[in-house]
């Protein structure tokens, strides 16, 4: 199974309501909604300098 290509709502469908899902496909769904979940860093501009007045 593909779960890049999986729906959040399909993720979660498989995580938490489908009784039948076997356990590897109910971890891997998991992890995946964890994957989309994690937060981005972010960007510094290190371009701009600081000026101190004189």
Do not use: C
């Not at 039948?20 to 701009?48: D, T």
Request: glycine share 4%; charged share 30%.
């Amino acid at each position: 199974m593909n779960w890049k290509k999986a729906t959040l709502g399909q993720l979660y469908e498989i995580a938490f309501n489908d009784d039948g899902a076997a356990p590897i496909y109910k971890n891997n769904a998991l992890a995946e909604i964890q994957r989309r979940r994690k937060r981005h860093m972010s960007k510094v501009n290190h371009k701009i300098k600081a000026v101190y007045p004189r």
